[in-house]
């Protein structure tokens, strides 16, 4: 309790709080909060971030995303798909005690968000609720690329034995 005055009275010296028993809250800084991109613009850049990266990184054989006509099914389904595939590949790795393993469970996890924010998408929800989710799944598959940029930079059928 003492913590709590000594940092209320921090506060009061600060301008920041007062102490009278009905004033009213101090204005903080206006924060400007970006919006949420409509979900089409999101829909095109998780296809076009699959086709860059996901395909080339994770599964070659992934069928190629046409961005002039995305399908949101289609989109769920892939980001299962490399989800799934990156869980197969660390498995490997982990048998052949590659060092890149870790590294690839991170992105195994925010591969796993994308595609669990995707399937939100299906809920009974409006058309902004659904927006949110996808652009959700977008930041979790950037996230995804991030870690294998920064941390290991090389496909992971390299990783899983296969000739390279």
Known sequence: MDTCLAVARLL????LLDTTPDAPAVAGPVVDIP????????LVLLARRINQWGRVVIDPT?????VTTVDERSLRYTLQALWEESGAGIRQMIGAIDSYAPMWWRVRDALQSAHTAASRTTADNGPDDQALWWYIALL?????????????????QAGRGRSQ
């Open 35 to 42: 919006a949420v991109p409509p979900q089409e613009v999101t």
């Open 12 to 15: 009061a010296e600060a301008g």
């Open 140 to 156: 979790h598959l950037d996230r995804a690329h991030q870690v294998w940029k920064e941390d290991i930079g090389r496909p992971l």
């Open 62 to 66: 992934l069928p190629h995303v046409d």
